[in-house]
Each structure stands twice: as structure tokens, then as C-alpha cells.
């Protein structure tokens, strides 16, 4: 059977594998990658290696696991177990689940019934990975008061910055600032303007904490239940958990995969420069664990222990260590369980996979045929032959010279075939005739 | 009851220390003895045939041999009785030999004490003795060989030859063991693969063998005649009735290589692979250790062989006898250190040397460095790797020395040029032929060095050895580049708690006797073949896969066998239903019908633990019953002829043999030992303990065999549990628990054993002398 492997690049990576009637491909996005090789332990052939990371976390625009086309299994090993869904698998033009392979992460945002719908969550999110569907706008209620007066109030120690009013009416303005891992909330204060405001009283309904009050008159609209939607899309989720810390309502529930610890060598921490280098900072996109404060520092809830920042940093003042994996095994009695589960191990302990060092390289020696193949030629005329060789037949079927061959006597033996060859044949001869 | 006595001199080995007319006086004075005479050789024609004569003259009902141990002479006896017209079980024997002449040499006259009171209890036996029937009972024909290597192959060709069904059980997905992995063998040099290949096919193709590849065997329960295995068949992942064994579709585009471990790890194979190319089976199997799942093969098989669906299998077999030749595991050579093995990548082992030499090898026959691939210039031979070493293994592998001369010559033959040189201690070439082919190698250029290697390091690509050449007296160093190191042969003993087969304190199974039985193990009906037995070279195991083959076949010519009747019975009118006997007895041999309990006698083992344990002594077992036993220790209180008297319950299998091991070891203990002997420790009823106590024994000592080696698997944890239990009663009530004591031991442990019995008798004297301070201090308060 003829397997074929070819790669194709056009942004993306296709690796595509031609075996038979069936087509495998693994599409890499390196955009999405971080470097964090989870993917070069788990692959049980060793195709993957790792790029340089920490120049591409400086700027380097390049791949950082570079993958062997060639030794590539197209197992889906590393599909699996990419924290950071970098990978697609595809088989004969399907895609392939995760949940449907043999063994698989167990990871997964919730977004529990406490849920009000607000915009923190979304907000913060590293990935962009919480979106947040607006049902109504305040724009979108044709019914105004006129003329009416009256005064607009936010109780300062009830709100919580929500934002709810802020998407619902052009009245409340959130002054945001940036997301750090020792700030995550992403509003500095509220502000009112009340010159757009017509006092509906629509508001005080809206605020989860009732901590606007209006006074003015009630238009008669009637709200829906409820003004947006949440949606966590987990392909995109790094199970960072920012929307977990961030949520005043405990409505954001991450389970991550991984347990583990993240060590910094605080007494090599002279080497760092958190100005200039910034590595681990860049390479932690998805999970934004790293800033700067007085010097680098971190807050590991938010870290899945990807090893990304430990790959990137040049003086190697970063260490991540992974204690536990969890997974869920779909298929118990399959011969490749044992194999996904080692590939679990590997990413635990943080080893390759052990291939078998330096085989023999042998020279196998072709055994040689001279010229083409024969052609089979007359060289001597069959008659003839037979004739000669009937004088020897002839001999043997006498019983006196067979006694001869059979004892060794050859002289006698040899003489009777000379006499049958010459002699006696021209007898016979005349017999037949 | 009209008893006869025969108190034996064995020459001087029991005349030398014993008085025996004194014996014989004491023993015509008691209670229904007619007849009581001494002989020279009891054993002997004359010996024997005066027995007979004395039992027809007297019309005994009877007899009494004081003489050597029973396990030596106690069928003989039997057979004596029977010729003579008696019930063979009318026999008891008094050990005065190995238990008692020949420990207390120094001892005369307690000698002759003991030897008094052991005829005394042997008479009360003989009083209680009931004749008894052997059981007989069908025999399956068909016999289980466990392990596909050349022994097994040898035993299961012989009896399904003799019109016998064999089941051939092997572990690994192909027959032939080891012995189809070597390049050639000594001392004919005959290609290994190719004498054993016609026999691997003879034993594939024959109709009255069924050769079971991958499974295990998982569970063994029965007896000789009929043992109840469970094997379990591991999935191939191969349909075998679709795989042409083409040896190369499949694994050719596997993605996943590992170590071949039928290169002994010098070579790599797929995760989907076909072992050896003259694999028997000839079908590809999937290692369900490295597949990955990435399916290719499944595509590639034209066949559409592979099958990801396949389940392990359990299989039930019932066969008569069970052969066990499951070989040896090579020695792991990084357990010497020293080597360098797993560090240096030019220091192979010889097995490793021997798939390289094969033509069909990882290098396909030649001979190359594993660092680069070149031909080595100069080879090293390191002998006793493992082997004759008190850090690893003690024993001598027998087979090394052969084989790295043959290597050696060999690697001559084929490249003149390659300087070969042998470091040994001793060169055991010992078989015929052997010798010669000994000179013939080192007439071909093969340099011998006696000399053990001290130091081994790297040189570049070489490796320098550091030796002392004996025979010189000078320390010298040495490059090589390629070092191989002639490792020894471990046992495989993992089935021994499933068979209930004990390991010896070398690794390897034991056999009944080493000189006489050398198939045979302490389990009737299962037998050893080839290297499980201990080291040995391929003709020995042939040898010995025949003698086990006829063992085997003998037990199954006569379609039955038969059992001594030692099984244990219910006195139905005694039972009162309590159950206790059904919920001790771990073979499933006593059940309840109605509310009486019943023992199927085929599945009865004979341990008596339910003896043992019956509340109302309703059960009871053949020859070593309730009655003879409390007869004997009635008897042995009726005189007190020492102080303190110490009675020791031995098990027939461990415990009785180590005593008599002591005896001939000529090792000395305390005469103050009386065995009463039973089949298991688990036999002993607590209630005789408490009955000697009472009449006036001093110390009581339950002996039995190495916890987790019991003969019935469990006989000597429950005696363990029991004794514990009585223990704590004892002092509750007041009584020193230390009087009663547990010891186990191997057959083998008679110094450990004569050790503890001094102990004992050390101790109890100590107590009486604590028990007489305590009165004295008691009566000066009082």
C-alpha cells in the first residue's frame, strides 16, 4: 500500500497523509501556539520538535514546534492534548471531536444559572472566547418621556461595575482600563450623563444589585427577561479562568486539566530584565499569568501549567511543574489505550518519548546476475545425444556389465559402453530394420 | 490386637547409639505386642522376608518397624504387609534413625530413652490402625505442557505420539523459547533455528497436540487425574484465520518501532510484528503496549486481517498431568555494574552476541560494533556474568562456557583476522564432546585468560579492560572494541503459587529428589522439563522433557490413578450441622446436604483442616485419625523420660523433612523432641495441645512449612491463626503461651530447625526455673 505525506503551508500547516482509500490531516495554526511543547512530549514517534521560543516570544514570526510530515503518524495524539486547540484533525474530510478519541482532557468552562448576564466576564476573557449577545438597547425602544425631569443616583457601594447599564444605555459611560493578573477588573468608574437622559426608569429594573435610582417617570415598556445572552465558546477557552476571579455573581466555573506548581528563582531574579525582554509575558497570551509590577511577578490561578513561560525564558528563571493530568478514557479495550495513557505520563513527567537509539546500518548486498536474461540455444544436436547416451542405457541393462558398474570395475563397464557406441550400434541398427 | 515389633540395627547407625535388646525387652512388655525381635537390615530381602514370615507365624494384626525415617522406607514396609496378607495401613513406623540415633550421638541413653517412647507411641498407633482401601479414581487423558520451548515441544511430541492429547500453553506469540533465538549450537554448531523449526511444525501440524500461543495459564484447581485449569487466551488484534504471514505489509507501515525483545533488545521490530520469520504460528501479532491507534496497518492488510475488536479469551481445560517447562530468563546485565552493560554501547550480551551471528539478525550474521556499525578487530569473552557470585547468583549456569567457546569459534571462522580472547575462572566443558571441542578452539586461535576483569572504562570508541592473568600473576590492561558479557540463567517461577510447586533458594523449581527424581515435583501429576528445573544445556532438556513425557504417560496408561486414603470422612450421626467445616475447607470439598455435612472425596485434598476443626469431632481422615493421634500422646505421657518433654506436631512435606534432613546432616539437637507427624500443620487439632499440656508435656511445637509455601497453599496459615488464638486463651487463663510455639520452615532448613529446637528446650527449662522463683517468692510472702 502507498502512503503518502505532503505539507502544504498557506498560513496555516496541512499536514496530509494519503493512505489507500483514506485521507488524515492535521491542520496547525502556529498563530495560536505559544510554545508551550505539551504537544512534542505527548507525540509517541517524536515528529514534533521544538522551535526556538524565545525569540519568537521576542518577535520572531515563525512556528514554534516544527513538525516531521514524515515521521508523523497522524494519530491525533497531539490534537488531544493541545491545551490551546492549535491543532485540527480531519479524517477522510471530517472532523474529529475530541470527546470522541480514546483519551481526552477533561476541561471545561461552565456558565452556572447565577449567571445576570453582565459584560465582565467577556470583558476580561484573554481569548475572546466569552461573547455577549445584545438582545435590546435602550436605542432600540422607540418610546421616550418628554419633558420630563428628574434625577439619576448610582448607589457607589452597591455597584459592581457590571456594565449592564453601560451596554443597555448611552447614558451610563464605564471609563475601562487594561486587564492585569493583579487587576482584573476591567472598569476604572461609572459615569452619568445626564443630559441624554430621559428618565424611563428603565435602569433601576435592569441593575443586578439595584444600585440605580431614578427619579422620573416609567415608560411602559415591557422588558424581556433577559437583555443579552452569554456564550462561552470552549474551542476558543484557555481555562485561564479570569472570568472565574472575575465574576461577582460565582456564575463562571473553569475546570482545568492540569494541576501543578510555578516556580520563579527569585534569588536569580537579578538576571531578569522585565523592560526590555518581556517574554514570558508575550508568550503567555492565551492565559495572561505574568506582569510587571515593582518586577516580574505572577498569579498562578489563572496558569494551566502549559510550560510556555519555562520554554521562552532565556536565563532560565522559570520552572513549571505538572503533578497531575486529568482525563477522561472513552474506549477501555482498544490495543492503543495503553499508548494514549503513556503519552499522558510523558506530558506529566515531562519526557519524550524513548525510541530505540542508533539501529545497525548494514549494507545489504544485492546478489548480482550477470548479463541479460539467457536465451536458450541448441548446441548440439538432440539425435546425436540420445545416441550416445543410449550406448550407456544399453550397457547398464546388461546384467554382467551392470555387475561391473555396480562393483567399480570400470575398465570392463567402459569398454562395453565404447563397444555399444560404435560397434554393437550399427547390430542394433540392423535388428531394427 | 496382636501387635509385632522389629527394632532395626541398621548396622551401627542405629545400633551404634541405641541399645537395642533393651528396646526390644521394653517393647515385649507391652500391651498387646506377641512378637518383638531385632534385625541387622530391616530393609534388606532377608530383612524383609523375615517380617513376613513373623506376621504369617504370628498372625499379627500389626507391626511396628523401629528403623529409619518413614519418608524412606515407609512404602516398602507397606508393601511387606501386603505381600505378607496384611491391610498396608496396619503399619506404623517408629523413626529411629534420622530422628534420633543420628542427633543424639552424644547422648546415649536419652537415645535409648526416646527411642522407647517413640516405639511405645508407634505401638498405640498401631492399636488404633484400621485398614484402608486406596481410592482410585479416573484419569483424563490428556496432559497441559506449559511452555512452547525446545523441552516443551520434546514432551509434547513425545506423548501425543503415544496417542495422547496435549494442550501446548506458551506465553509469547510464537514456540520455540530461546533455543530458536540462538545462531548455532554446541558442540555440533548445527543452526539452532533450523533443528528446531521440523519440530515446531511437526508439533503445529499434529493432530493430537493443540498449540495455544499469547495466553497464560491463569487459575489451576484439581488434582492428579483431573486438574481444572483456566487459561487466558491475550487478543492478537489479528484475525488468524485471515493473515497470510507475509511479514511485511502490515509492520512495514507501521509509524511505531520499538526493541525487539526477540533480539534480545539489540534490534527493533513494529508495534504490529511477526516474531521470528519461522514463527509458529505464522500470524502477525498487535503490541498492545506501543500501538497508537493511527490504523495504518488496518489499511494495508490486503487480507483485512487486523481486527481491533478482539477480546482476551478465558479457556477451560481438564487434563490428567501437567508438564512445566517454562525456561529460564536471562540474567539482567546491569545488575553488574562493573560492565559497564547499558552504559557502553560496545559491551553486548552473549544472547545478544547470538542474534547478531543469526543470519536472520538485526545485522543479518555479521558481526558489527554497536556504536558504529564497523567490524570489531578484537573481541572479548567475560565469563560468569551473574553466575558462581555471591552478589547475584551463587549456582553455576552450566551452559556459558560452551557457549562463548562456540562463539569464539565461530567468530574465527567467519572473520580469521579478529582477535578473540576468553577471561574465565574455570572452563566447564563437561558434556561429550565438549572437551575437545574445548581444544578445537583455541587450535583455531581462540586465546583463554584465566582471570576475573576488575575495572572496565571507555576509550574512545574501545573499551579497556583491566584483569589479573592468574596464571601469570601480573595485573595487565587490555583495549577491546567490542565486550561480551557470557550471562548466567535465571528461574521463571511465577506459576508457583498457582501450581502449588515450590522454589528452591536458587530460583528454580524444586523436584521431589535431585538425584532420582528429577522430573517430579512435591505436587503429584505435575512434572518439570528442560531449564525450569535448574541450568542446562539443550540435550539435557530434551532428556529431561522425555523422562517428564513418560512420567506423564504413565500416570495416564492405566486410565486410573490412585489415591492414598487419607481423605477426610463425616460421621454423619456425630454432625450437628454447624457449618464450620464447609466455611474452613478452601477447596470447596465439604458442602452440606439436608443439615448434615458431606466431603466430596475427589475434591478432598487431605489437608484436615476441617478435621481439625470439627466442634464435635464428627470428621475424621484415614491413617491420621483422631484416635491414633491421641493414642500417641497418651502413650508418650505414660513414663516421662525427660525433662522437660517437648512434642512437636510436624507436617509431613517440609516440617518432617528438615527433622530428618538434621538427622542426616549428623547436625545435634536436645533429646527432648517428640515429632508426632501429620500430612499439614493444619491438621492439628488445638484440642490434642491442650490434652498433652494436661498430661504433663512441657512444650508443644506446631511445626509446618514456610508461610506461603504450604504444600495444601493454606494449611499452615490457618495452624498459624489457630496456635495464635490458643496462645492468648493460654494466658488469659494464666498459662506461659509461650509454652506452645509456631515454627516454619523449608525442607531444606535442617540447621535452622535442630537451632530451634535447642531453643525451645532452652526456654522451657528456663520457665520451669522462673516457675520455681515465682513459688518460692509466693511462699516466702505467704
Not at chain 1, 545489504?364 to 540420445?386: C, H, N, P, Q, Y
Amino acid at each position: 500500500m502507498q502512503i503518502d505525506r505532503d505539507v502544504t503551508i498557506n498560513g496555516l500547516f496541512r499536514f496530509v497523509q494519503r493512505a489507500g482509500k483514506e485521507t488524515r490531516e492535521l491542520v496547525y495554526d502556529y498563530k495560536r501556539c505559544n510554545g508551550c511543547g505539551i504537544c512534542v512530549y505527548a507525540c509517541p514517534v517524536n515528529a514534533i520538535e521544538l522551535g526556538p521560543v524565545h525569540d519568537i516570544a521576542s518577535g520572531l514570526d515563525m512556528p514554534p514546534v516544527i513538525i516531521d510530515h514524515l515521521k508523523c503518524a497522524y494519530c491525533g495524539i497531539c490534537y488531544a492534548f493541545c491545551p490551546f486547540n492549535a491543532f485540527k484533525f480531519y479524517i477522510n474530510g471530517d472532523e474529529i471531536e475530541k470527546d470522541s478519541l480514546p483519551v481526552s482532557p477533561v476541561a471545561y468552562t461552565y456558565k452556572l444559572d447565577s449567571c445576570v448576564k453582565c459584560t465582565l466576564c467577556y470583558k476580561v476573557c484573554p481569548m475572546n472566547a466569552i461573547t455577549r449577545n445584545v438582545r435590546i438597547r435602550r436605542e432600540d425602544i422607540p418610546e421616550r418621556n418628554e419633558g420630563v425631569s428628574g434625577k439619576v443616583t448610582v448607589d457607589r457601594d452597591k455597584c459592581n461595575l457590571c456594565g449592564i447599564c453601560a451596554e443597555f444605555c448611552g447614558v451610563f459611560k464605564l471609563i475601562g482600563k487594561d486587564v492585569k493578573p493583579d487587576d482584573i477588573m476591567p472598569y476604572e468608574d461609572l459615569l452619568i450623563d445626564e443630559s441624554k437622559c430621559d428618565y424611563c426608569k428603565l435602569c433601576e429594573e435592569i441593575c443586578p444589585e439595584n444600585a440605580i435610582k431614578v427619579e422620573g417617570k416609567r415608560i411602559s415598556f415591557e422588558l424581556p427577561d433577559t437583555i443579552a445572552e452569554i456564550s462561552i465558546d470552549q474551542e476558543l477557552c484557555s481555562y485561564c479562568g479570569y472570568c472565574e476571579k472575575v465574576c461577582p455573581y460565582d456564575a463562571a466555573r473553569t475546570v482545568k486539566p492540569i494541576e501543578g506548581e510555578l516556580i520563579l528563582y527569585e534569588k536569580r531574579l537579578h538576571r531578569c530584565d522585565p523592560i526590555g525582554c518581556k517574554a514570558c509575558i508575550n508568550v503567555c497570551k492565551h492565559n495572561r499569568v505574568w506582569w510587571v509590577s515593582d518586577r516580574l511577578r505572577f498569579n498562578s490561578d489563572f496558569c494551566v501549567y502549559c510550560g510556555a513561560c519555562e520554554n521562552a525564558c532565556p536565563h532560565n528563571l522559570i520552572e513549571v511543574k505538572r503533578s497531575k493530568y486529568y482525563t477522561k478514557v472513552l474506549l477501555d479495550n482498544v490495543p492503543w489505550r495503553e499508548a494514549w495513557q503513556r503519552a499522558v505520563e510523558r506530558i506529566v513527567l515531562k519526557q519524550r518519548a524513548e525510541l530505540p537509539e542508533g539501529k545497525f546500518s548494514i549494507e545489504i548486498k544485492e546478489f548480482e546476475t550477470f548479463g541479460d536474461e539467457m536465451a536458450v540455444e541448441k548446441t548440439v544436436s538432440i539425435e546425436v545425444l540420445e545416441d550416445r547416451l543410449n550406448a550407456i542405457e544399453q550397457a547398464l541393462k546388461i546384467p554382467f556389465y551392470r555387475r561391473a558398474f555396480e562393483k567399480g570395475h570400470l575398465k570392463i563397464f567402459l569398454k562395453a559402453v565404447k563397444e555399444y557406441a560404435s560397434g554393437k550400434n550399427q547390430r542394433n541398427q540392423e535388428q531394427k530394420a | 490386637m496382636r501387635i509385632g515389633v522389629f527394632v532395626c540395627h541398621c548396622g551401627l547407625n542405629i545400633a551404634g547409639v541405641i541399645d537395642i535388646d533393651e528396646v526390644i525387652e521394653y517393647a515385649k512388655n507391652l500391651k498387646d505386642v506377641v512378637h518383638a525381635t531385632a534385625i541387622k537390615y530391616v530393609c534388606s530381602d532377608s530383612g524383609q522376608e523375615e517380617i513376613v514370615s513373623a506376621i504369617r507365624d504370628h498372625k499379627l494384626d500389626a507391626i511396628v518397624v523401629a528403623a529409619c525415617s518413614p519418608r524412606l522406607h515407609e512404602v516398602t514396609f507397606r508393601r511387606v504387609a501386603m505381600r505378607a496378607g496384611l491391610n498396608p495401613y496396619m503399619v506404623a513406623m517408629a523413626n529411629i534413625r534420622e530422628q534420633c540415633s543420628w542427633v543424639h550421638r552424644n547422648k546415649p541413653k536419652s537415645a535409648t530413652l526416646k527411642a522407647k517412647d517413640l516405639v511405645r507411641m508407634a505401638v498405640a498407633r498401631a492399636r488404633h490402625s484400621k485398614p484402608l482401601e486406596k481410592r482410585k479414581a479416573m484419569v483424563e487423558k490428556a496432559v497441559l505442557v506449559i511452555g512452547g520451548g525446545v523441552a516443551g515441544i520434546e514432551a509434547a511430541l513425545t506423548i501425543a505420539n503415544s496417542g495422547v492429547k496435549v494442550y501446548l500453553v506458551e506465553k509469547k506469540p510464537t514456540i520455540g523459547g530461546h533455543m530458536a533465538l540462538l545462531n548455532e549450537v554446541f558442540p555440533t554448531n548445527d543452526c539452532s533455528i533450523c533443528i528446531l523449526a521440523p519440530k515446531m511444525s511437526e508439533a503445529w501440524n499434529h493432530p493430537n497436540i493443540e498449540v495455544i500461543t499469547n495466553a497464560e495459564v491463569k487459575e489451576v484447581k484439581g488434582h492428579v487425574g483431573r486438574f481444572k485449569v483456566k487459561i487466558v487466551k491475550h487478543p492478537r488484534y489479528v484475525d488468524t484465520s485471515k493473515c497470510k504471514g507475509c511479514i511485511g505489509d502490515c509492520s512495514s507501515v507501521c509509524s511505531v518501532e520499538v526493541l525487539n525483545e526477540f533480539d534480545y533488545s539489540i534490534g527493533t521490530r513494529k508495534a504490529i510484528y511477526i516474531p521470528i520469520q519461522q514463527s509458529t504460528p505464522l500470524y502477525a501479532i498487535i503490541d498492545w503496549q506501543h500501538c497508537i491507534g493511527c490504523r495504518l496497518c488496518e489499511k494495508a492488510c490486503e487480507p483485512g486481517a487486523i481486527d481491533f475488536s478482539q477480546q482476551a479469551e478465558e479457556i477451560e481445560l481438564e487434563v490428567g498431568a501437567i508438564i512445566v517447562a517454562t525456561g529460564y530468563k536471562p540474567f539482567d546485565a546491569r545488575r553488574k555494574p562493573e560492565f559497564g552493560y547499558g552504559v557502553y554501547r560496545n559491551v553486548i550480551t552473549s544472547l545478544e552476541l547470538e542474534r547478531m551471528l543469526s543470519a536472520s539478525g538485526p545485522t543479518l550474521g555479521q558481526l558489527l560494533k554497536p556504536s558504529d556499525s564497523k567490524p570489531p578487530k578484537k573481541v572479548a569473552f567475560i565469563q560468569c556474568v551473574g553466575s558462581r557470585d555471591e552478589g547475584t547468583n551463587r549456582y553455576c549456569s552450566r551452559v556459558c562456557c560452551m557457549e562463548s567457546l562456540k562463539n569464539a569459534y565461530i567468530i574465527k571462522e567467519r572473520y580469521p583476522g579478529v582477535d578473540v580472547a576468553i577471561f574465565y575462572i574455570d572452563v566447564r566443558a563437561s558434556g561429550r564432546m565438549y572437551e575437545e571441542f574445548y581444544r578445537r578452539a583455541m587450535d583455531r586461535g581462540v586465546r583463554v585468560i584465566r582471570g576475573g576483569i576488575g575495572q572496565i572504562w571507555e576509550s574512545g570508541d574501545s573499551v579497556i579492560l583491566r584483569y589479573e592473568d592468574t596464571l601469570e600473576g601480573v595485573v595487565k590492561e587490555e583495549e577491546f572494541d567490542l565486550v561480551v558479557l557470557a550471562i548466567g540463567l535465571e528461574g521463571n517461577t511465577e506459576l508457583a503459587t498457582k501450581l502449588g510447586i515450590s522454589v528452591g533458594e536458587d530460583g528454580f523449581y524444586d523436584v521431589a529428589h535431585p538425584k532420582l527424581r528429577p522430573v517430579e515435583t512435591d505436587v503429584r501429576g505435575i512434572f518439570l522439563a528442560g531449564t525450569a528445573s535448574g541450568p542446562k544445556d539443550i540435550q539435557d532438556s530434551v532428556a529431561s522433557a522425555g523422562l517428564a513425557a513418560a512420567k506423564a504417560l504413565q500416570l495416564l496408561f492405566s486410565g486410573e490413578v490412585e489415591f492414598d486414603p487419607y481423605n477426610a470422612y463425616v460421621e454423619e450421626e456425630k454432625c450437628i450441622g454447624c457449618k464450620l467445616c464447609v466455611e474452613v475447607c478452601r477447596f470447596n470439598a465439604a458442602f452440606m446436604e439436608g443439615n448434615k455435612a458431606k466431603i466430596d472425596a475427589n475434591a478432598c485434598v487431605m489437608c484436615g483442616m476441617c478435621v481439625a476443626a470439627c466442634p464435635t469431632n464428627a470428621i475424621d481422615m484415614g491413617f491420621f485419625s483422631d484416635d491414633q493421634i491421641k493414642a500417641e500422646i497418651d502413650a508418650l505421657t505414660e513414663e516421662k523420660n525427660a525433662d522437660p518433654l517437648i512434642l512437636v506436631f510436624s507436617c509431613w512435606y517440609c516440617s518432617y523433612a528438615a527433622i530428618d534432613l538434621a538427622g542426616t546432616m549428623k547436625l545435634g539437637y536436645e533429646p527432648n523432641i517428640r515429632v508426632i507427624r501429620t500430612l499439614c500443620s493444619g491438621r492439628v487439632d488445638v484440642e490434642w495441645i491442650i490434652r498433652a499440656l494436661k498430661r504433663g508435656v512441657d512444650g508443644v511445637i506446631v511445626s509446618g512449612c514456610r508461610l506461603g509455601e504450604c504444600h495444601f497453599k493454606f494449611g499452615n496459615l490457618k495452624a498459624k491463626e489457630r496456635i495464635e488464638t490458643l496462645q492468648k486463651a493460654l494466658e488469659s487463663i494464666g498459662i506461659n503461651p509461650e509454652r506452645v510455639k509456631t515454627i516454619w520452615h523449608s525442607a531444606g532448613e535442617a540447621r535452622e530447625i535442630a537451632e530451634d529446637f535447642n531453643e525451645f528446650v532452652e526456654r522451657i527449662k528456663q520457665l520451669a526455673i522462673e516457675d520455681e522463683l515465682k513459688k518460692r517468692r509466693q511462699s516466702n510472702a505467704d
